[in-house]
C-alpha cells in the first residue's frame, strides 16, 4: 500500500528475543533483527518533542534537536572516558573501634579493607554522581549536551524516584534522556551492558554509565559483621559507538538467584504496619516509608561470590573466544580482599595484573569498579588496548561480568 505522500509507509522494527538457558542461573541476550527506519525514529521523536512542549516549553527550546546517528544494527561500543568522586570524611578501622569491639588487624585481615569514605555534611550522592561524569565527560572530551542517554546504577539514591534528573540537570544534559538502574553492588556491570545495548541498536552516540552509592545511610553501625564493610563513591565512565570491528565489549555474562536473596538485603521496615488494626478497624494514614538497616549472612554471601564470579568470567571470555592468559587487568567489585584473590587464583592470573582499591575505600557498590578503573587509568596502569575483565556481584543475588577493551 502506498501513503499519500507516494512513498511506503515504515514498518515496525522487528524484535526478536534470544534467550539462552546456561547453568547456575538464568542468562539473557536480546537481539534485534533489524532497526525501525530514520524517518520512523524522526516521527517518534517530532511525537516525543510535542509532547514534551505542552509541559515546559521553554525546556523544549533551550534544548535544540541535534541529528542522531543512523539507526544501523550492529555497531560497537567504547569506553573512552571515566572519572570518579568520593567524599571528604575518611573513617578508618581505628575510627570504628571506638564504635564496636574491634581492631585495625581484625578487620584488615578479614577483608583487606583499611579505611572508608563516609558522605557527611552537606554532601549528597547526587553531587558525587554529577563530579563523577564530568570528570568522565573532561577525558572523553565529550560536551554534555553531545550525550544521548544517562545510566545512573544506585540502589540509594537521593530521591525515592531516582538520581538521573539530577544528573541531566547539573551537567547540562539537554539532549538526553535518563533513568536508574538497580542492581546493587552488580549494577554498575549491568549498566554498561545496557549503554552498549543501547548503541548497538543504533540512534545513540553517547552514554554516561554512573555507578554511585552511599550505604553509609543504611548500615547499622553498632553491628561489627557490616559497618566494617561499606563506603559511599561514585564513578562513571563514557561510552561511544564506534564501528562494529572496534567493538570494545567483547562478551559479558548476566546471572541472578533470587533464592539468595535472603542472604544480603536492606528491606522495608514497615510493610506490616501499613494498615494496622485496633479494635478490627484498620488505621489510616499509613505509617511514613522507611528501610531497616542492612543485613547479610556473610558466610553463604562470601561462598556464592567465591563460586560464582570466575564461572562468570569464564562464561564471558567463552562468548569473546579468548583465553584467560588474554587478560591484561582483573577488576572485581571490591567486595572483599579474599574473593579477589581467590578469583584470580581460580583464573591464574598473578597478583600484579589485579586491580584493587579496597584496603582504601571498602565495599562503595556499584561505584566499586569505576572508581578503581578511574584511579587505574589515571595512575598510567590500564592504557588503550588493554584487555580488562571485570565481574560485578552482590543483592538479589546477582552477578555480571564483562570483557572489555579500554580505549
Known amino acids: 500500500m502506498v501513503a499519500a505522500s507516494g512513498l511506503a509507509p515504515p514498518r515496525a522494527a522487528a524484535v526478536v528475543p534470544c534467550t539462552r538457558a546456561r547453568g547456575g542461573g538464568q542468562h539473557h541476550r536480546v537481539g534485534f533483527s533489524r532497526s525501525p527506519p530514520v524517518a520512523a525514529a524522526s516521527a517518534v521523536a517530532a511525537k516525543l518533542r510535542c509532547c514534551a512542549s505542552a509541559v515546559d516549553d521553554s525546556a523544549v527550546a533551550a534544548a535544540a534537536p541535534k541529528p542522531r546517528l543512523p539507526r544501523v544494527v550492529g555497531m560497537g561500543s567504547k569506553l573512552i572516558g571515566c572519572g570518579s568522586a568520593t567524599p571528604a570524611l575518611c573513617v578508618s578501622n581505628d575510627d570504628l573501634s571506638k564504635l564496636v569491639e574491634t581492631s585495625d588487624e581484625w578487620i584488615a585481615a578479614r577483608t583487606g579493607i583499611r579505611n572508608r569514605r563516609v558522605l557527611s555534611g552537606d554532601e549528597t550522592l547526587g553531587g558525587l554522581s554529577v563530579q563523577a561524569a564530568q570528570r568522565a565527560l573532561d577525558m572523553a572530551q565529550v560536551r554534555a549536551e553531545d550525550v544521548d542517554l544517562v ?3 544506585t540502589s540509594t539514591p537521593d530521591d525515592l524516584f531516582g538520581g538521573a534528573g539530577r544528573v541531566l540537570a547539573e551537567l547540562g544534559c539537554t539532549n538526553a534522556f535518563g533513568f536508574d538502574i538497580t542492581a546493587a ?6 549498566g554498561l551492558i545496557t549503554a552498549t545495548r543501547f548503541i548497538k541498536g543504533g540512534g545513540i552516540q553517547n552514554v554516561l554509565v554512573v555507578g554511585a552509592d552511599a550505604l553509609s545511610h543504611y548500615v547499622d553501625w553498632t553491628d561489627r559483621g557490616t559497618c566494617i564493610l561499606f563506603g559511599d563513591a561514585a564513578g562513571a565512565v563514557l561510552v561511544q559507538a564506534c564501528n562494529a570491528d572496534e567493538d570494545g565489549l567483547l562478551g559479558f555474562s548476566v546471572q541472578s538467584d533470587g533464592n539468595g536473596q535472603k542472604h544480603l538485603h536492606c528491606s522495608s ?12 478497624a484498620p488505621t489510616f494514614p499509613p505509617k511514613k516509608g522507611t528501610f531497616s538497616c542492612i543485613e547479610m549472612n556473610g558466610k553463604e554471601v562470601f561462598r556464592f561470590a567465591v563460586r560464582c564470579v570466575p564461572q562468570s568470567i569464564e562464561r564471558a571470555l567463552e562468548e569473546a573466544g579468548l583465553p584467560a592468559s588474554s587478560i591484561d587487568w582483573l577488576l572485581l567489585h571490591q567486595a572483599n580482599q579474599r574473593i579477589i584473590d581467590a578469583a584470580a587464583n581460580r583464573l591464574a592470573i598473578p597478583s600484579d595484573k589485579v586491580i584493587s582499591n579496597l584496603a582504601n575505600y571498602g565495599n562503595t557498590s556499584a561505584a566499586s569498579i569505576p572508581l578503581a578503573l578511574d584511579e587505574a587509568v589515571r595512575g598510567g596502569k590500564v592504557k588503550t588496548g588493554d584487555i580488562i575483565a571485570a565481574s560485578g556481584f552482590g543483592a538479589g543475588l546477582t552477578w555480571g561480568s564483562a570483557i572489555v577493551k579500554w580505549g
Open 151 to 153: 545510566l545512573v546504577c
Open 185 to 190: 553492588c552488580s549494577g554498575f556491570i549491568v
Open 269 to 280: 521496615s514497615n510493610t506490616e504496619d501499613v494498615l494496622s488494626k485496633t479494635n478490627g
